[in-house]
């Protein structure tokens, strides 16, 4: 039996001058959506495209805000508030960290129905759209949480453990490598069979597959993954992860029952 797998330390700057430069992280967010934003400038070419090419470049905006605005406060409410109660000016350093997927889907959501709206279609049709793209960024942003040593997973003696050079020197489930595999590239390949298959043509089903795709997959990884030390397990049943997922899991089997046109 081979012992865990030992880390060098990486660099989580991509380029860097003195503290300051471009984060693998930030490269992930980057990268997610100019990867989404010319796929869907693909389909919008297509002949008889619900969204043109202008109102794609107008979805890009109001994504990039949602993400940014519910992502960041998402981790403050959902995952620190005491500390960030006790210290504000903490909240608009984004550079330094600390973004909530759920926090960021929310911010999503209420952008797309924005700008659902401003284009006089039905959110679902925007939303569709916006999930068959989704699991580039969120392959990317795990990748990105694996070289920064961050979101680690809990102690374990599996043949593939790992010891991160920023942790505490135990071996740990690679839980970012967990969550990259299936919600980034599971969930994208799902994504992409059904996109080739039509599912765009039904209103509603792109945005079930990624609300119970992610929740699933998100919620079974929780149990391997490090709870946040500030937080533990809620009432020693769960993470606060796994408890975000709920609504999204129930949402994805809301929009399968109904079956919307």
Request: aromatic share 10%; charged share 15%; glycine share 14%.
């Amino acid at each position: 039996m081979t012992g865990p797998i030992i880390l060098p330390e990486f660099d989580p700057f991509l380029i860097n001058f003195g503290g300051f430069g471009i984060r693998w992280y930030a490269l992930a967010y980057i990268g997610g959506l100019l990867a989404g934003y010319w796929i869907l400038r693909r389909e919008a070419a297509r002949p008889g495209a619900l969204l043109t090419a202008a109102a794609i470049d107008s979805l890009l905006n109001h994504v990039l805000l949602g993400v940014i605005l519910g992502g960041r406060l998402g981790y403050v409410l959902f995952y620190n508030p005491s500390f960030f109660l006790a210290n504000p000016i903490e909240i608009i350093k984004v550079w330094q960290g600390g973004m909530a997927f759920h926090g960021g889907l929310l911010g999503v959501t209420v952008a797309m129905w924005l700008f659902a709206r401003k284009q006089s279609i039905h959110v679902l049709h925007v939303s569709d759209r916006v999930a068959m793209v989704t699991p580039i960024g969120l392959g990317l942003g795990r990748v990105s949480n694996f070289i920064n040593g961050e979101l680690q997973g809990r102690v374990t003696d599996v043949p593939w453990a790992m010891i991160f050079a920023n942790g505490d020197g135990l071996p740990r489930h690679p839980s970012q490598l967990y969550e990259a595999g299936l919600e980034g590239l599971g969930l994208g390949l799902v994504m992409l069979v059904g996109a080739r298959r039509g599912w765009l043509r039904h209103r509603g089903r792109l945005t079930a597959v990624l609300l119970l795709g992610y929740g699933a997959a998100r919620f079974a990884v929780e149990y391997v993954r490090e709870p946040d030390v500030q937080l533990g397990l809620l009432l020693g049943l769960g993470t606060m992860g796994q408890l975000l997922c709920l609504p999204m899991i129930a949402a994805g089997l809301y929009l399968i029952w109904r079956r919307p046109a």
